[in-house]
């Protein structure tokens, strides 16, 4: 069964930090590029980073670089999201998701990414 399961998450203040895990099984974790994604209610989900299969490339979104740093440990199907600085509007819930591709070919097209993880909430107060 393949999973993607997301931690981490939680309440901040404002330029606190926090690390989010998503841990994979069920596919040849070393096969897929994982992304990160969030969304806040009434709007899109859109792509905050992706890191290359392999521990590959890496790829951020605008809002975040600088801040945020995507990182993966091959030798236990994880990836991690170092989030620093954090603002008040980072709050979201935060997804991972695998594509079978490098991040430089599909961005952060959600339509592209097959496998998907649940979900973990992160707030940053103000």
């Known amino acids: 069964e393949v999973q993607l399961v997301e931690s981490g998450g939680g309440l901040v203040q404002a330029g606190g930090s926090l690390r989010l895990s998503c841990a994979a099984s069920?596919?040849?974790?070393?096969?897929?590029?994982i992304g990160w994604f969030r969304q806040v209610p009434g709007k899109e989900r859109e792509g905050v980073s992706c890191?290359?299969?392999?521990?590959?490339?890496?790829t951020y979104a605008d809002s975040v670089k600088g801040r945020f740093t995507i990182s993966s440990d091959n030798a236990k199907n994880t990836v991690y999201l170092q989030m620093n600085s954090l603002k008040p509007e980072d709050t979201a819930v935060y997804y991972c998701?695998?594509?079978?591709?490098?991040?430089?070919?599909?961005?952060?097209?959600?339509?592209?990414?097959?496998?998907w993880g649940q979900g973990t909430q992160v707030t940053v107060s103000s």
């Open positions: 069920g596919f040849t974790f070393d096969d897929y590029s």
């Open positions: 998701a695998a594509v079978r591709s490098p991040c430089f070919i599909v961005r952060m097209r959600l339509a592209a990414y097959r496998y």
């Open positions: 890191i290359s299969r392999r521990g590959g490339s890496t």
